[in-house]
């Protein structure tokens, strides 16, 4: 175990991880790591506060994907919750930019909707992500809908660029993956 330590920790090094989190997650998690990196961020070079803004926006919205739409759950029943969804987050920090990257589980047949989505606020311009933003947000929620349907379009806002891909994770899941560069 301690090798295996010891290689992440390299890891983290040569990659300039500067946070890291793989579990279950909730509203209360989420609100108590975005203080901790809040305060992580100020401590860096390079990160002013316009940077820091854009980076925290863009982790909340990876952490609330999590928890809306991840497929890997866990139960949990000593502190009130009956399922938390689980995912992974990391940020690096590289010469510069800022990397976020989040991974969850989805089920195989939602990869070609997410694909068609993201395939879409991929080619918009700035302005049109904003103008997509405006039109959306004024529209009512689709019944069943676990949010608003804003997520990508804030994540595109904030960063420069944003990638996402799939890869299989077994014969019913893929895992999804979308990295977010912040400059």
């Known amino acids: 175990m301690s090798e295996i330590l010891k290689n992440i920790s390299k890891l983290f090094m040569q990659k300039e991880i500067i946070f890291c989190f793989r579990g279950p997650i909730s509203q209360e998690l989420l609100e108590s790591l975005g203080s901790n990196l809040q305060t992580r961020l100020q401590t860096l070079e ?10 925290f926006s863009v ?54 909707n ?12 700035p302005v049109e992500v904003m103008e997509m933003y405006r039109v959306r947000r004024k529209q009512n929620r689709k019944v069943g809908a676990k ?17 996402y891909f799939f890869t299989p994770f077994d014969e019913k899941f893929s895992i999804f993956y979308l990295n977010a560069s912040i400059k």
Not at 46 to 55: D, E, P, Q, S
Not at 75 to 103: D, P, V, Y
Not at 150 to 161: D, M, T, W
């Open 114 to 125: 997410l694909k068609t989505i993201l395939d879409e606020i991929i080619t918009l311009t």
């Open 147 to 163: 949010g608003a349907g804003l997520g990508f379009l804030e994540i595109a806002q904030h960063s420069s660029s944003f990638e």
């Open 46 to 55: 390079g990160c002013n506060r316009n940077t820091l803004m854009k980076i």
């Open 59 to 112: 982790f909340v919205e990876l952490m609330q994907n999590v928890i809306r739409y991840s497929e890997e759950t866990v139960l949990i029943h000593e502190i009130g919750i009956n399922e938390m969804r689980t995912g992974i987050i990391t940020i690096s920090h590289q010469e510069k930019h800022f990397e976020l990257l989040c991974a969850n589980l989805i089920l195989k047949e939602h990869e070609t």
